[in-house]
Structure formats: structure tokens, C-alpha cells
DNA sequence: CGTATTCCCTGCACGC
DNA sequence: TGCGTGCAGGGAATAC
């Protein structure tokens, strides 16, 4: 389930694959991921020549001088770049094919990922709204704290909210949490300014550690396999029900918020 | 406006 | 061995 840290590092994985290349052709393999895919994917993006990718949120841009093709990979979604001769597999969605003899390919088995696009000069209604990226200067606890005045719902929910930060998906969500020693269902706005400090430390150091763990598979893009940002062995609480505490050997409890699993240590966080 | 719930989809773990 | 069931998850849409 690709994180922030998996789509930096899927960013930079295909980066120098696809820059300054032009995609020659899109291959659609079928008409729909999450949305139906845009006209313009179809009729605008070929022949365009990709100027630069970048990453908003979870998205990937390919930036043309007509506009930019929006990526997103869902919870299953993973780009490669492959032969575009080579034979595509079960859940491949897409080929958008390059000068080069290579393709830049999407398996998604769930769909929930998308491939949208972006007039050049506007912003993506997707887009509009999304708070500030967690490792930019933007963004730290004074934000957070100001953000989250009057507010009742979980901190965990409030940091999983886009508006408020961008990325922070559910497995890092619960990892800083612990980090930061606060209890995921403790409401947003009762937490102080100096621990929101420390939490938004703790989100930066967490989703940064990670990218520097998958910036180490950057070469298996040309590989069959992703590339996972994070290790299972080094988590402290998240898939951990029922484990000992890493630090003080307490049971992990976890429970249902906001839809979303949650896993936290009831002596660690308050 | 803020918060809670629903929905999309498939692979996999699990129980019988 | 095979089948049915339930669950996971990003996050927008919908309901309240």
C-alpha cells in the first residue's frame, strides 16, 4: 500500500526514465481506474514531451507543456519501467509508451488508483484543497496546533485528513503517534502546542527515514518488484496487536477509528 | 462547516 | 483441496 515515502520513491525510481522523453502512445486497457479516464489522456498526452515529474501528495504529475498527467496509485497500485514490447500482465491498466523503447507501465489489482489530467496553467480540482506536504517548511507543529483548534475528532482521524497534512497514510499516522507518545484518540483539539511540536518532528523523521530505506531499491524499477519504503520488522505498533511494546513490553491495542485500523501503546501514548 | 459513514475493488487469511 | 466469508485500505462522496 503505497505511502508517501513509496511515491517519493516511485517519483525517483521513474524520474529518469520519463524526463525530458516524449510519450509517444497510451494504452488503455480499459476505460476506468477509480474515475474514467480523461479524453485528454487519450487525445492531448501523446506526442507531448514530459519536462519534469513531480509529486503532490500522493500523486504523481508528468508535466507537459499542454498540462500534466495526474498518477495516483491507489492502495495496490504500483509503476514500473518496463520494455514496451514486454507483455503485460494481469492488472496492467496502462502503458504510456516512450521515445525511448520503454514504457512506464501501472499494475493496480484493486483499481483504486487513477490517471487523470490537468490543463496547463489550472490546478486539479483533486488538488485544490490539500494541506501542506509534511517535509516542506510549511508545514510543523504551530500549524498543526492552530489547525486543530475546536476540534473534537481523533487526533489520529485529524492527521489522516489531506486538508490538514498531506500523506500521512494509516500505517506512518499510527508509527508517529507512538513516536510522539500520544494517544491516536485523543481529540485534536485538546493537545498542546509543544506536543504537536513534537509530533510534527516525528511525522518528518518517520516518513524520512522511510524514503532513505526504499531510495536503497531504486534500481528494481527495471525489475519486476516494487519497492516497499518501509520494513516490516521495524515498526513499533502498526500489525503489532497483541505484541509486546518495543519499549515497554506492554500489549499493543488497536481499534477502529475513522474506518481505519489503529494500533497504539496504552503506557507509551496519553 | 465539522464529523461520521459509505463505497469502490481484489487478494489473502481464515475456517470448515 | 476447495470454497465461502470477512477484512484491509486511500480518500472522495454522501449523509447528518
Excluded at 120 to 133: F, I, N, S, V
Excluded at 150 to 160: D, E, H, Q, T
Aim: charged share 25%; proline share 6%.
Amino acid at each position: 500500500m503505497p505511502e508517501l515515502p513509496e511515491v517519493e520513491t516511485t517519483k525517483r525510481g521513474i524520474a529518469p526514465h520519463v524526463e525530458g522523453r516524449v510519450i509517444e502512445r497510451v494504452i488503455l486497457r480499459r476505460n476506468d481506474l477509480r474515475w474514467p479516464i480523461p479524453r485528454a489522456i487519450r487525445n492531448t498526452l501523446p506526442g507531448q514531451r514530459v519536462d519534469t515529474v513531480t509529486r503532490r501528495a500522493k500523486y504523481l504529475l508528468l508535466h507537459t507543456q499542454a498540462g500534466a498527467a495526474l498518477l495516483h496509485l491507489g492502495m495496490s497500485g504500483s509503476l514500473r519501467i518496463v520494455d514496451a514490447t514486454a507483455k503485460p500482465r494481469t492488472h496492467d491498466h496502462y502503458d504510456l509508451v516512450l521515445d525511448s523503447g520503454k514504457a512506464l507501465r501501472l499494475n493496480d489489482p484493486r483499481r483504486f488508483g487513477s490517471l487523470l489530467w490537468q490543463e496547463a496553467g489550472e490546478t486539479h480540482p483533486l488538488l485544490r484543497d490539500l494541506g501542506p506536504e509534511p517535509l516542506s517548511t510549511e508545514f510543523d507543529g504551530d500549524w498543526l496546533w492552530a489547525r486543530s483548534r475546536g476540534r473534537s475528532a481523533p487526533v489520529k482521524s485529524f492527521l489522516m485528513d489531506q486538508r490538514n497534512v498531506v500523506g500521512v497514510g494509516n500505517i506512518y499516522a499510527s508509527e508517529a503517534l507512538f513516536a510522539a507518545g500520544i494517544q491516536p484518540k485523543r481529540a485534536a483539539g485538546s493537545i498542546s502546542r509543544v506536543r504537536y511540536a513534537k509530533l510534527a518532528d516525528e511525522i518528518q523523521r518517520v516518513l524520512l527515514y522511510a524514503i532513505t530505506r526504499g531510495g536503497t531499491t531504486l534500481r528494481d524499477f527495471l525489475a519486476p518488484d516494487g519497492a516497499p519504503g518501509y520494513f516490516e520488522q521495524e515498526l513499533f505498533v502498526y500489525g503489532r496487536a497483541g505484541e509486546p511494546c518495543k519499549v515497554c513490553a506492554t500489549p499493543i491495542r488497536s481499534a477502529v477509528i475513522g474506518q481505519r485500523m489503529t494500533y497504539w501503546c496504552a503506557r507509551c501514548q496519553r
